[in-house]
Nanobody
């Protein structure tokens, strides 16, 4: 099972980016999915998450109103639409998923490899 994140890059303050993270491999189901980020010299922090069906979303206060998380279960993909980006959003962004490999097993945490987002002032 792999999580492949993409969509990061360099953008000016006020700009937008859309991150994607696709789960590949043999799985039974994907539970909640989310995004975290880690800025240089700081601990990894939670950004947003979304329930299995997509109806429930949660956001860190620092991104509320600017970021939107969504998912396409047919594609096993989670997205993070980021608008009005600020220099303090600069970080490596990691996707996370709770994945059940087999129906009789509990879900396990999986992480993507990270994608760099740099916001210039």
């Amino acid at each position: 099972v792999q999580l492949q994140a993409s969509g990061g890059g360099l953008v000016q303050a006020g700009g937008s980016l859309r991150l994607s993270c696709q789960v590949s491999g043999s799985i039974f189901t994907i539970n909640a999915m989310g995004w975290y980020r880690q800025a240089p010299g700081k601990q990894r922090e939670w950004v947003a998450d979304i329930s299995r069906g997509g109806s429930l979303t949660n956001y860190a206060d620092s991104v509320k109103g600017r970021f939107t998380i969504s998912r396409d279960n047919a594609k096993n993909t989670v997205y993070l639409q980021m608008k009005d980006l600020k220099p303090e959003d600069t970080a490596v962004y990691y996707c996370h998923a709770g994945i059940v490999i087999k129906s009789w097993r509990q879900g396990e945490d999986y992480w993507g490899q990270g994608t760099q987002v740099t916001v210039s002032s």
